[in-house]
T-cell receptor, first 114, second 113 residues
Framework: GDSVTQMEGPVTLSEEAFLTINCTYT??????LFWYVQYPGEGLQLLLK?????DKGSNKGFEATYRKETTSFHLEKGSVQVSDSAVYFC?????????????FGQGTELSVKP | DGGITQSPKYLFRKEGQNVTLSCEQN?????MYWYRQDPGQGLRLIYY???????QKGDIAEGYSVSREKKESFPLTVTSAQKNPTAFYLC????????????FGDGTRLSIL
C-alpha cells in the first residue's frame, strides 16, 4: 500500500542554519504531496503542496519539489528561525478509491536554538 | 472566518464511560475525518465520511463510533471498548475530490482519570 517515510527527529539547528527534512514515498498513481506543520498543543496547518511531478511548493520560506524519479518530497528552508520550531509532517493523498484520505509520515520534530 | 472547531480542548474519561468529541466545520466541505495522534507518532485514521449519512472505518476504528447527520458536524464517540483512549484527537475536513488538502481543527486531548 501507499506509504510515507520521513527522517527521524528530533532535528536541532541553530538560528539561520539551513534545513532539510527528508521525505520519501511509495504510491500507485499520481498522488499530491503535502507538508504540514504542527505547533505544540495545536492542530496541523498546511504548509505547502505539490500536485504533479516537478512541481515546487513554497510558503513562508519553505520549499519542496515533487521528484517522481526519486519518489521524494524533501522540505528545505535556507535560514530557520526559532519560531520554526515545530513538528513537520509529510503526507500524500490516498486517491479516490481511498476516500481522499491522506497518508502521513511519522513526523519530524525541529528545534531551533537562538 | 471559516474553519473547524473541536470541543472541548481537554476531556477526561472515567473507566467504563463513553465520551463524545465534537467537530464542527463551516467550510462547506463534504468530507470529514477523525485522526488519533499518540506522542511522537504520526496520525492514524479512525473514521472518515465523504457525505452526510455515510461513513467508513479507517485503520483503527475499533472502540470508536461516529455519526454524520449534518454536513457541518462529525462527532466521535470513544466507547468503553477502547482500552487505551488517552491520545490527542484531530478532526479534519476537505473538498470531496482527490488530491485535496485537509484542514484541521485544534484537537481534543483525552485523558483517563
Amino acid at each position: 500500500g501507499d506509504s510515507v517515510t520521513q527522517m527521524e527527529g528530533p532535528v536541532t539547528l541553530s538560528e539561520e542554519a539551513f534545513l532539510t527534512i527528508n521525505c520519501t514515498y511509495t504510491a500507485t498513481g499520481y498522488p499530491s504531496l503535502f507538508w504540514y506543520v504542527q505547533y505544540p498543543g495545536e492542530g496541523l496547518q498546511l504548509l505547502l503542496k505539490a500536485t504533479k511531478a516537478d512541481d515546487k511548493g513554497s510558503n513562508k520560506g519553505f520549499e519542496a519539489t515533487y521528484r517522481k524519479e526519486t519518489t521524494s518530497f524533501h522540505l528545505e528552508k535556507g535560514s530557520v528561525q526559532v519560531s520554526d520550531s515545530a513538528v513537520y509532517f509529510c503526507a500524500l493523498s490516498g486517491g479516490y478509491n481511498q476516500g481522499g484520505k491522506l497518508i502521513f509520515g511519522q513526523g519530524t520534530e525541529l528545534s531551533v536554538k537562538p | 472566518d471559516g474553519g473547524i472547531t473541536q470541543s472541548p480542548k481537554y476531556l477526561f474519561r472515567k473507566e467504563g464511560q463513553n465520551v463524545t468529541l465534537s467537530c464542527e466545520q463551516n467550510l462547506n466541505h463534504d468530507a470529514m475525518y477523525w485522526y488519533r495522534q499518540d506522542p511522537g507518532q504520526g496520525l492514524r485514521l479512525i473514521y472518515y465520511s465523504q457525505i452526510v449519512n455515510d461513513f467508513q472505518k479507517g485503520d483503527i476504528a475499533e472502540g470508536y463510533s461516529v455519526s454524520r447527520e449534518k454536513k457541518e458536524s462529525f462527532p466521535l464517540t470513544v466507547t468503553s471498548a477502547q482500552k487505551n483512549p488517552t491520545a490527542f484527537y484531530l478532526c479534519a475536513s476537505s473538498i470531496r475530490q482527490v488530491n485535496q488538502p485537509q484542514h484541521f481543527g485544534d484537537g481534543t486531548r483525552l485523558s483517563i482519570l
